[in-house]
């Protein structure tokens, strides 16, 4: 059973930066695509930001030049880098891992930007 595990959220003002990391664990495939959602208070979940094996990148129009999302392949991570919070950045935060076409998720960490 594959597990994923984030670390990383908390609490900051307006304006700093926050590390969120994921790992992996306990898969025998190669993980196609992993990537971040989250969701906001009274939200839908939305995606943040997304990379492949590959190293190819998406990233929500909203988070575009202020988050980076980066792989290890070898070790099954992945983290954001989030830099410029602001208080709508405010959510739990889901690290997911897809193999094929079965979806895997972390149970969520809150990341609270104060203004």
């Known amino acids: 059973q594959v597990q994923l595990v984030e670390s990383g959220g908390g609490l900051v003002q307006a304006g700093g930066s926050l590390r969120l990391s994921c790992a992996a664990s306990?898969?025998?495939?190669?993980?196609?695509?992993m990537g971040w959602y989250r969701q906001g208070p009274g939200k839908q979940r939305e995606l943040v930001a997304a990379?492949?094996?590959?190293?190819?990148?998406n990233y929500a129009d909203n988070v575009k030049g202020r988050f980076t999302i980066s792989r290890d392949n070898a070790k099954n991570t992945v983290d954001l880098q989030m830099n410029s919070l602001k208080p709508e950045d405010t959510a739990v935060y889901y690290c997911?891992?897809?193999?094929?076409?079965?979806?895997?998720w972390g149970p969520g960490t809150q990341v609270t930007v104060s203004s």
């Open positions: 997911y891992g897809r193999i094929t076409v079965t979806t895997y």
């Open positions: 306990g898969s025998r495939r190669s993980i196609n695509t």
């Open positions: 990379v492949t094996s590959g190293g190819t990148t």
